[in-house]
Nanobody
């Protein structure tokens, strides 16, 4: 059974930093694109960013570009989301997800329907 487990969420003041981790139980982690999504209260879930299975390519939405960084450690089956200069509008439940991908190793999926497995989410609250 595939499981994705996020950790590292919490309460932080605006301007602060947090690093989220997501560890996967799958044996095929290296073949997966990994993505981070978030859902704020009353809003739809949105794609935040993703990293290709080769780790050579990342993609971010404009609102987090330059503040968030995604990385992965295939030896540990773990993907990270480093969040700097956090803003109150970053408050949300953050989810990691995996997309099994047999295509180009630099591709990053950006649509939630492309992702197969999801974590349970971790709350990030940024106070003003």
């Amino acid at each position: 059974q595939v499981q994705l487990v996020e950790s590292g969420g919490g309460l932080v003041q605006a301007g602060g930093s947090l690093t989220l981790s997501c560890t996967a139980s799958m044996s095929f982690f290296r073949r997966c694109i990994m993505g981070w999504f978030r859902q704020a209260p009353g809003k739809e879930r949105e794609f935040v960013g993703g990293i290709s299975r080769s780790a050579s390519n990342t993609f971010y939405i404009d609102s987090v570009k330059g503040r968030f960084t995604i990385s992965r450690d295939n030896a540990k089956n773990t993907v990270y989301l480093q969040m700097n200069t956090l803003k109150p509008e970053d408050t949300a439940v953050y989810y990691c997800a995996s997309a099994t991908w047999a295509g180009h190793s630099d591709y990053v999926a950006t649509q939630s329907r492309q992702y197969d497995y999801w974590g349970q989410g971790t709350q990030v609250t940024v106070s003003s």
